[in-house]
């Protein structure tokens, strides 16, 4: 569940292999413990039913015996062997209730384990590193492009961008003008309907998918987190990443002031999607993801929307310290974001109708 809840991070985090593996190591463990399960608990009915019904027999002959002996009457035969019957089923029912208790036992134990040991929580991720490429190589060129979700519906007509390498690109537009669409298209969430995107001069479908995606770090607006802890969270971002480089990373992104205040720390556990945090700190802990990644191209999809405009701007200037070489695309409708971009493209019905080439203000 918390994979698929994640679909948008599991793509475009290629971790195919090391999500994979663990899918399968959990559904392999979960598999063999509901068989240990099911087949102890079919013994135990066996056994259960056998014993019953062998105690129910025995009573039935004995009261037979007394009867034909004269020591109980047939009211007495009818009374014993009913009251047998009734706590045969009493018993069964209760001894199955006490077998479901045990089953919720084991649920609420493993619930408190994860809530209680947070602190033991290992801050040990393996994978590999990423083969991410050069920053300064990397360019992106948009060619006559048409696509639309619905055939009736057209976004994009001969839309045509050159993205130069290293570049600080910002994207406004009213909602619903295609700047969104466009950083699906460059991610290969979807597939223009005619023309091309070259990435480096090469198309970019010859490519494999977790190849092409290794080219960029993105964040969308609402960002959904690993139901797993901050440390972990930040670190998907780099499977080898080590403690100093999350801290980091954490540092970069203004997220460590406010891991610092959790009573656990790294080691909090953020719920499911990230629940347990606010809007702007699940939007740093994804920023420090990306940056964590350090892909050649890092796209913020607004987001710094859960942001005051003092700690945004903080946040942009390191980053963009940082990111010297690699070549950033932000979307945002805030002016005080856009003004500090080397070039400002603006959408308009899926068309661009301003681009603009301007001194950054930092």
Known sequence: GDFLGNAITMMTYPRDLHTEDEFLKLKKKGIASTEKSEFITFKADAWRSFFSWLLLAGMIVFLSFGWQKNWITVGDFSFIAAICFYMRRSIWMMSSQLSDFFKEIGTAKEALHLILDAKQHS??????????????????????????????????????????????????????????????????????????????????????????????????????LLHRSIFDNIAFGKISASKEEVHEAAQICLCAEFIGSLEYGYDTLVGEGGHKLSGGQRQRIAIARAYLKKAPVFVLDEATSGLDSELEEKLLEQLFAKLQDHTIILISHRFSCLRKMERIVKFERGQITLDNLQCRAI
């Open 123 to 224: 801050q040990k991720v393996v994978g590999s590193q990423n083969n991410n490429p050069t920053p300064a190589k990397t360019t992106i060129d948009f060619s006559n492009i048409h696509f639309g979700y619905r055939k009736d519906r057209t976004i994009f007509k001969n839309l045509t961008l050159q993205i130069p390498p290293g570049q600080k690109l910002g994207i406004s537009g009213d909602s619903g003008t295609g700047k969104t669409s466009l950083i699906h298209l460059l991610l290969r969430l979807h597939d223009p309907d005619q023309g091309t995107i070259l990435l480096n001069g090469e198309d970019y479908k010859d490519l494999p998918v977790a190849d092409l995606r290794n080219y960029f770090s993105y964040v969308p607006q609402n960002p959904m």
